[in-house]
């Protein structure tokens, strides 16, 4: 999400100073001063998230936390995702919709013992606030956790790093979060993350964040990552990017979320623009969001033209760039339903040019969460 704001007018994380201290490069992104690349690069920040672990700081974006009765209910009426369901310490990617059926953020719900706690994206969490707090208030209280900082430490080595100062986290799977104590400090550490990897995202209060980020990063499978990494890995995952792949113009199903919307919601329905998604289960949406991996090694960027091999125009990308695992360009975009089947053939303009490219199952790399059997 691009920014102009000048940089005295963005905030600050509880990481910022250390971001400096490292070397990273800082870039406006959502009202926030954020490292978007440490010294080693990009490229070396993407491929140590793949093959060791890598640590990223995502304080920017909303904490919330919703107590009371009847908090999965109330959440319900805003999102599609089974939240009644949700048993405490699961948690569940689901987003808010609009009348329309559009998106109005993703975001990551997790039932605790006395209500939800919720994460939303940066660019979103005041409008996002605002919406949950006039659905949920005064029955429920709604808190804004800004005294909170939130670290994502991502790869297969994630969990042996992080094991070492707190073991109970190996007994999490993918999608299951709980309070602990990690290394002397109060955490709530969920097992998921945004990169298609193993990980974590680590809740804890900003006075403590630095001292838990350096006992992180003096680990010797561990560096820092910044925001250029973080899009190349959720990309590569197939993973959506809200303002760019996803937005108030785009339904859930459009954008290949159906599986996020439970049997029993489909059926009931009871959420914002629940007429057109439903219709668009059912019936198939005009248009789709597809993989795209184009010829060459030169990645294609948001917003070019999409076009089928006689020149018309057929979709546009909503996200590119090089995937360094992949060894190539991928992108994703949205193409008209007839002509989104896997191993299509179209042209991306490319600097006026087309380029040969296929569709593309997604993701582009297979995930390597820690899938396993819950009881109960």
Not at 152 to 163: D, E, F, I, M, R
Not at 256 to 268: F, H, S
Not at 309 to 333: C, E, L, N, Y
Request: aromatic share 4%; net charge negative; hydrophobic share 40%.
């Amino acid at each position: 999400m691009s920014d102009t704001r000048p940089a005295e007018d963005l905030k600050k994380t509880p990481l910022h100073d250390l971001h400096l201290e490292l070397g990273g490069r800082m870039v406006p992104f959502a009202g926030w001063s954020m490292p978007v690349q440490y010294p080693s690069g990009i490229l070396a920040e993407h491929n140590q998230c793949r093959r060791k672990a890598a640590l990223f700081d995502v304080s920017h974006m909303g904490q919330l936390h919703i107590v009371g009765d009847g908090a999965a209910e109330r959440m319900e009426t805003l999102v599609p995702g089974e939240i009644r369901a949700l048993k405490p310490g699961r948690a569940r990617y689901t987003m808010l919709t609009n009348d329309e059926g559009g998106i109005r953020d993703d975001l990551i719900v997790t039932r605790t013992g006395n209500g939800l706690f919720v994460v939303v994206n940066a660019g979103c969490r005041d409008a996002d606030t605002a919406l949950i707090r006039a659905a949920m208030e005064p029955d429920l209280s709604v808190a804004e956790l800004a005294d909170r900082a939130l670290l994502a430490l991502q790869g297969p080595a994630a969990a042996t790093v992080l094991g070492r100062l707190c073991p109970e986290v190996a007994d999490l799977a993918f999608m299951q979060s709980a309070e602990f104590d990690v290394s002397g400090l109060s955490c709530r550490v969920s097992r998921l993350g945004y990169t298609g990897e193993d990980g974590y995202e680590i809740s804890v209060h900003a006075d403590h964040a630095v001292k838990l980020a350096r006992t992180l990063l003096a680990a010797e499978e561990v560096e820092p990552a910044g925001l250029g990494a973080r899009d190349s890995l959720r990309l590569e995952a197939g993973l959506c990017l809200y303002g760019h792949d996803i937005d108030t113009t785009t339904t859930p199903i459009e954008a290949g979320l159906r599986w996020t919307i439970g049997k029993r919601r489909a059926a009931e329905g009871g959420f914002p623009g629940h007429e057109r998604i439903l219709a668009e289960m059912h019936n198939s949406p005009e248009r789709k969001l597809v993989g795209l991996r184009p010829d060459g090694r030169a990645p294609v960027r948001e917003g070019a033209e999409v076009q089928d091999r006689d020149g018309h125009i057929i979709g546009k990308v909503t996200s590119g760039a090089f995937g360094p695992t992949v060894g190539g360009p991928v992108a994703m975009g949205y193409l008209t339903l007839a002509r989104s089947q896997t191993g299509e053939t179209v042209n991306v303009i490319l600097r006026g040019k087309p380029v040969p490219a296929t569709v593309t199952a997604m993701p582009f790399v297979p995930h390597n969460y820690h899938r396993k059997e819950i009881k109960g």
